[in-house]
């Protein structure tokens, strides 16, 4: 292990970066073959650069590092992961209580939102098998165990306690009351900051963000639910740009269509300053927005009609927003460095 660490140097401060920092040194170029579709360079090995990286952050200790960076994963199908369980039983050793805790909330929220939006689209989507809602069901509820038992190992009665509450909730595909009478608060551009920005906390995982959002609208009535949808849409319409997009795209190292609306979910989810910053010069936010695939926050598309169909007891009525064109100057991927040289130059390893 001392041997590949010192040839790599790692920074031990970003996971994603230090993994693509190997592959680049020790990953063997291929061709993938697609038929048709064409062929790619492409370069193998990150299976190996993914273990040898977590070894040597989970040897130096670099837990909230390596917390940051599984929080990021996609535990909708499930949190049967052997980093996830290496991550957890050295945690669990070490009483690292915090970070234990945000690990599991993290994984917790993203598949707690996983099944509130396939079981809002029971009986409507013609492909949806019941099946697919038990297992998404399954997988929150055997999280939210998990994490029990480790509180209750810790010593934490109370946070033990409340999260049974939680479990009995789900069990029943019931959500948190609100207290009556409702929100009565008329939803606006102001208010719509107001509650993303209510739920961010610098210790929550974006997954987690949107589960606090989702549950603080659910207590306003059902309109105003429906208007915050539709500034949210105004607002991802705004930030529909072809710069973003470049940005996006570096940051990940490639950004499809859907990826591309998954940022820029994650860029309202930061907040009206940085958003807004974005879209005065998206120059002045690369510090704030992390290389590797952490700016994703698809949570965020479903959380009002979640929070709708608890508040009422009812559907909401999809809103259809207006089609717009990418605002900007079209590129290709080989244009980036002489268009955004700057953001070329950030984002290298």
């Given at each position: 292990m001392a041997k590949p660490k010192q040839s790599l140097k790692l920074s031990f401060k970003d996971v994603d970066r230090d993994i693509e920092k190997y592959l680049e040194r020790h990953g063997k170029p291929d061709i993938?073959?697609?038929?048709d579709a064409g062929r790619f360079s492409v370069v193998r090995g990150y299976d190996n650069a993914q273990q040898t990286v977590f070894d040597a952050y989970l040897e130096q200790k670099k837990y909230r590092q390596l917390v940051d960076y599984l929080c990021g994963f996609n535990w909708e199908v499930g949190s049967d992961n052997p980093m996830l369980k290496r991550l957890t039983e050295t945690l669990r050793r070490e009483k690292k209580r915090a970070q234990l805790i945000r690990l599991w909330r993290g994984v917790i929220a993203k598949?707690?939102?996983?099944?509130?939006i396939l079981a809002g689209a029971r009986g409507k989507a013609p492909g949806l098998k019941p099946a697919s809602i038990a297992r998404a069901k399954a997988n929150a509820l055997a999280s939210m165990r998990t994490l029990h038992d480790l509180l209750a190992e810790l010593g934490d009665a109370p946070a033990s306690s409340k999260l049974n509450e939680e479990i009995a909730l789900l069990e029943r595909e019931q959500h948190r009351q609100i207290a009556t009478p409702a929100d009565p608060r008329k939803m606006d551009d102001e208010l719509f900051w107001s509650i993303?920005?209510?739920g961010r906390q610098t210790n929550r995982s974006t997954a987690e963000h949107v589960e606090a959002l989702t549950e603080q609208l659910q207590a306003f009535k059902a309109e105003e639910i429906r208007r915050f949808q539709k500034i949210l849409l105004d607002k991802f319409a705004l930030a529909y740009r072809w710069d973003l997009w470049a940005l996006a795209y570096v940051a990940q190292g490639g950004c499809s269509d859907d990826a591309f609306e998954e940022f820029r979910a994650w860029l309202i989810v930061q907040g009206r300053r940085l958003f807004e910053s974005a879209l005065k010069d998206m120059h002045?936010?690369?510090r704030k927005v992390p290389r590797g695939l952490s700016t994703h926050a698809a949570e965020l598309l479903f959380a009002a009609s979640t929070a709708y169909e608890a508040s009422?007891?009812?559907?909401?009525a999809p809103i259809t927003a207006k089609?717009?064109?990418?605002a900007g100057t079209p590129w290709q991927e080989n244009d980036l460095p002489r268009i955004y040289p700057d953001i070329v130059k950030h984002y290298e390893i």
């Open positions: 993938l073959d697609l038929g598949q707690k939102n996983n099944f509130w993303i920005e209510a002045k936010i690369l009422s007891g009812k559907a909401m089609s717009k064109k990418l």
